[in-house]
């Protein structure tokens, strides 16, 4: 008898921290002034939003950022601002999340899907063989839960070939390569702040840039009607004229009740990437060796963020994942599985999004995607909750030899 084989896991994989309470005065404040939408100020005072897009700009080191109301609005309007255009191509991840592939496809645009390494991340060599026979322009390119490639790498191969980078960095908010923050190596960065990111107002979304015109043109994009100038985070009003009369207005912005939330949690930022990254830890130092499973490893220049971690079980076959799956489930540990037939939730592989012609056959995403198991590290866990899972996941990974 093994003596974790009753243990089970009590807590939600869903369940945030609370809003920090300088957060939920600053919304009751909002709240009170009646001024709810981003440029109705009281004269030259700035906005919550105003405040909250200088804030994360000054934090990432760039020139200009972009309040808007998700993260998948911030990627379609990166997109249309980089010059995406209709029946563009856009290389992008195989292995994403369905506003990626959504995104591209809202421009009237078509997804040119690139294969998946044994790191979880986007390979470099099908970029590159891609890339050679110029059949797309732009690379939209997920750091899907918060595996960064070779930026060096993958940088020197869109400077080679002239494709412009769009970075979604909806997982690695807080991270960096080598030192260079995430969401500052492409043209543009765009970041989600829903609820299951890393600062959280349910919905919304960002986009930075350094560049003056895209930036102009993403601010009337997402709605600023004449009001640009009120942006503290964006060009000179000079910089406008090129783009005003001829730049259609995509409605999305970001209101004052969501950045007041917002502020406070990009104060502690680094602070709670720091927490992830503990829970991370304790859970991978148990899983990594065991037999059977198999985690990659990851470069001492990606320096992610631990809010989730993913293995792969390469010996088992489908079903035995998703006994497994089940097994783990039943004792309270909540693990998705990407390669599920029928998605379950939410969908990550090429084909469920049928809406798409010419979906490629890409053996090595299938089969990463096959094996690869997920698991959600919220901060409401501890230490203590990691050690359970892992023996959950070892005691039920025992049972099926
Ligand atoms: C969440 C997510 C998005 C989109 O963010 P929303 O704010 O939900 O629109 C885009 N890409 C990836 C990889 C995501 O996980």
Not at 108 to 133: M, S, W
Not at 241 to 256: I, L, Q
């Amino acid at each position: 008898m093994n003596e974790s084989e009753n243990l089970s896991f009590h807590k939600s994989f869903t369940q945030q921290e609370p809003i920090p309470e300088e957060g939920i005065a600053a919304a009751v404040t909002v709240m009170q002034s009646g001024r709810l939408h981003r440029y109705n100020t009281v004269e030259n005072e700035p906005s919550e939003t105003d405040l909250l897009e200088s804030e994360f700009a000054e934090y990432l080191g760039v020139n200009y950022a972009l309040a808007c109301a998700s993260g998948g609005y911030a990627i379609q309007i990166a997109l249309r601002s980089a010059g995406v255009d209709v029946g563009d191509h856009v290389f992008c991840n195989a292995y994403t999340l369905a506003p990626v592939p959504g995104a591209i496809h809202n421009l009237g645009a078509v997804p040119l899907f690139i294969d998946t390494n044994d790191e979880y991340t986007i390979d470099c060599e099908h970029l590159e063989q891609e890339a050679r026979k110029g059949r797309a322009q732009y690379l939209l390119l997920s750091h899907m839960r918060g595996h960064l490639v070779d930026m060096d790498r993958l940088t020197a191969i869109c400077t080679a070939h002239n494709i412009t980078v769009i970075e979604d960095c909806a997982h690695t908010m807080g991270a960096n390569w080598n030192g260079k923050k995430s969401g500052t190596w492409g043209k543009v960065g765009c970041f989600s702040c829903q609820t299951y990111k890393h600062i959280n107002s349910g919905e919304g979304g960002f986009l930075v840039s350094d560049d003056e015109q895209l930036m102009a043109r993403a601010v009337v994009y997402s709605g600023s009607y004449m009001l640009y100038g009120k942006h503290r985070a964006a060009p000179d009003d000079s910089a406008f004229d090129a783009v005003k009369y001829t730049t259609p207005n995509f409605s999305g912005r970001m209101d004052n009740l969501r950045a007041a939330i917002l502020r406070p949690q990009l104060n502690q930022l680094e602070k709670q990437c720091a927490r992830w990254n503990c829970l991370y830890e304790a859970l991978e130092r148990e899983l990594r060796g065991q037999n059977g499973i198999y985690l990659p490893e990851r470069s001492a220049k990606e320096n992610f963020v631990g809010s989730s971690l993913q293995f792969s079980l390469p010996q088992l076959n489908a079903a035995d994942i998703e006994s497994f799956v089940a097994q783990c489930s039943a004792r309270g540990v909540e693990l998705k599985w990407f390669g599920r037939e029928e998605p379950q939730g939410y969908t990550s592989r090429m084909d469920s999004w049928r809406y798409l012609q010419d979906i490629p056959e890409l053996p090595n995403t299938q089969r990463v995607l096959a094996h690869m198991l997920d698991i959600r590290l919220p901060l409401t866990f501890d230490d203590s909750d990691c050690a359970i899972l892992a023996a959950i996941i070892k005691d039920v990974l025992q049972t099926m030899r």
